[in-house]
Nanobody
């Protein structure tokens, strides 16, 4: 059984920074692609960033140059460092894992950016 547990969400003001973490458990974590998605209020879920086991990354256009995804394979954990946060970054952020055709989602963590 795979579990993804997000943490680090909260309330910040525009321009501030925040780092999210996602701890994964289960044997399928090895060699998995992991990612962060987000769902703003009233909108569809969208890809924020993804990272392969070897470290290759991909980012959504709206977060390039502001967000950084990383992973610690020894800890089965991925991170999302978010800088220069904007009001439009407000969303529930979900951790995602894919491996061999199977995918899993975390329950999400809320990030609110407001003045």
């Amino acid at each position: 059984q795979v579990q993804l547990v997000e943490s680090g969400g909260g309330f910040v003001q525009p321009g501030e920074s925040l780092t999210l973490s996602c701890a994964a458990s289960g044997s399928i974590v090895r060699l998995a692609v992991m990612a962060w998605y987000r769902q703003p209020p009233g909108k569809e879920r969208e890809l924020v960033a993804s990272i392969r086991y070897g470290g290759g990354t991909n980012y959504g256009d709206s977060v390039k140059d502001r967000f950084t995804i990383s992973r610690d394979n020894a800890k089965n954990t991925i991170y999302l460092q978010m800088k220069s946060l904007k009001i439009e970054d407000t969303a529930v952020y979900y951790c995602y894992l894919w491996n061999s055709g199977m995918n899993y989602w975390g329950k999400g963590t809320l990030v609110t950016v407001s003045s």
